[in-house]
């Protein structure tokens, strides 16, 4: 019994920290992004040329790619939460989706974000040189197509946000600011002051209710 509520204990903390650190990392990861009070919609090259000597950037990217576990953790907590009552099958739906969008965003992130690191050993006549296979690789062709999945993320998530509205299992203020957050997170390259934004908001929502998750007794972790 008591190696029962260690365990039980150890798994409310973690998703707890899962709540509390995930939001923080996109926060960190959105701010290092350049030109952010410039924002504007960039193409392939442009995102290409902006991630070359960018340390910052591919130091957020990394945290990002790490920080995918850390939604799956949330999406499975919600399915849990929503599994009693007329959100149970929302939770699910949503929650299936939003765990194939985070493999599809750590997916994204290595194939796009992780290599332009490994890239900064090149010269730069070399990198010229790698520009066609670069620009197929941004523009997504081939099999790299299926990362657009990664809209499945917010998509997952915001059917999630709607179930816990409906359902009051969160309170109104957190399951808005999770909606309007998650809608937001994913806006396209060049406009970080948006994703950064969002990230704030879903830091607004999430990070007193990990701590509120951690600190709960066993007995109101249940109820």
């Given at each position: 019994?008591k190696e029962?509520?260690a365990?039980?204990r150890?798994?409310r ?7 509390i650190?995930?939001p923080?990392?996109?926060v ?5 992004h350049?030109?952010l ?17 960018s340390p910052?950037?591919?130091f957020?990217?990394?945290?990002v ?5 850390l ?13 009693q009552?007329?959100?149970a099958?929302a ?5 299936a ?12 992130k ?6 332009m ?9 070399e ?7 670069l620009?197929a690789m941004?523009?997504?062709e081939g ?7 990664l809209l ?14 409906r ?5 109104r203020?957190q ?13 396209p390259d060049?406009v ?5 934004t969002?990230?704030g908001?879903?830091a ?7 701590i509120?998750?951690?600190g709960?007794e ?5 109820a």
């Open positions: 019994m029962s509520t365990l039980d150890a798994k903390i973690g998703t707890g920290l899962a709540f650190i995930f923080l990392v996109f960190l990861a959105f701010a290092g350049p030109d009070l410039s924002p504007h919609f960039l193409g392939p090259e442009e995102l290409i040329l902006r991630a070359r000597n910052f950037l591919h957020g990217h990394a945290l790619t790490l920080n995918t576990a939604l799956v953790v949330v999406a499975l907590h919600f399915m849990k939460l929503l599994d009552g007329t959100g099958g939770g699910f739906v949503g929650g989706l939003a765990v194939m969008g985070a493999l599809m965003l750590a997916a994204d290595g194939a796009l974000c992780l290599t690191s490994a890239l900064e050993t090149v010269p730069n006549a990198f010229a040189a790698m520009m066609p296979g620009m941004f523009s997504k099999w790299l197509v299926l990362l657009w999945g499945l993320l917010p998509i997952g998530f915001a059917t999630q946000a709607v179930a816990l509205l359902s009051r299992r969160i309170p203020w399951g808005t600011l999770f909606l309007v957050g998650v809608l937001f997170v994913g806006t060049g970080e002051i948006v994703n950064l969002a990230a908001l879903l607004a929502a999430f990070v007193p209710y990990g509120r998750l951690i709960e066993p007995d109101e972790a249940g």
